[in-house]
């Protein structure tokens, strides 16, 4: 085949694969310039441009580099900023705030609930809605209160849009955070409040009609010994589902008396 011949053949060729415009003289992967274009800011300086971070592609590359962030965190101060800076999970885009924690950090509780909703969104606080209005109720019946002895957080810290539940993956994303969070606080006693907290912190496959009013070992890897957990329905639930308050009432004397053991 002469040299003519063979360009004829291969400009055929192109254009039967739909190539009917040169741009230029040597070929460009296209893929490469999206995937670079995502990652850089627009508009950024020469500095921040060389340090631009790499672009997560894949669910275990984004779970992996929240748990590298989150154990690298050796204060909840660091925490936080660990948080703020990551970039692996949608939610942070349509949240208005996020939301870390609340209360006393060096209390011997820890409340861990879902997800901020329209309210918690707004303040950057967990728990300040209706919901978090029964819940400070609920747990000064038994003389404990978030300016004392109650430290709160959630699994995720971002809003879910329209305070739909967090999907799986979300929570996954978002994991490693609130176990090192629980980690550096080191309560005494873990509280796990609704079911996605339950499950999302127990590991188990049991629903929250089984998992509250039980104690059991909390482990993580950061843990030097088990700490003693329980779960509570989540008093969003509570508001719809009054009837279920006696349950609850029966859950928080036997946490009070967890706590004077
Ligand atoms: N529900 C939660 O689970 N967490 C909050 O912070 C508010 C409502």
Known sequence: MTKTNLSKDLI?????AGVDEIHQDTPQNYYTLIEETLTLPKCAPAASLLAAKPVLRTTREIEESAQISAKESKTLEELQSALAAYEGCALKKTATNMVFGDGNPKAKIMLVGEAPGADEDRLGKPFVGLSGQLLDKMFSFIGLSRAANLYISNVIPWRPPGNRQPTPQETAQCLPFIQRHIELVKPDLLIMVGATAAKALSGSNE????????????????????IQSTAIFHPAYLLRSPGQKRETWADLLNIKRALNA
Do not use: C, H, Q, V
């Open 207 to 226: 629903g929250i009609m089984r998992l509250r009013g039980k104690f059991r070992p909390y482990e993580s890897p950061g843990l030097t010994s088990p």
């Open 12 to 16: 055929a060729w192109l254009i039967e």
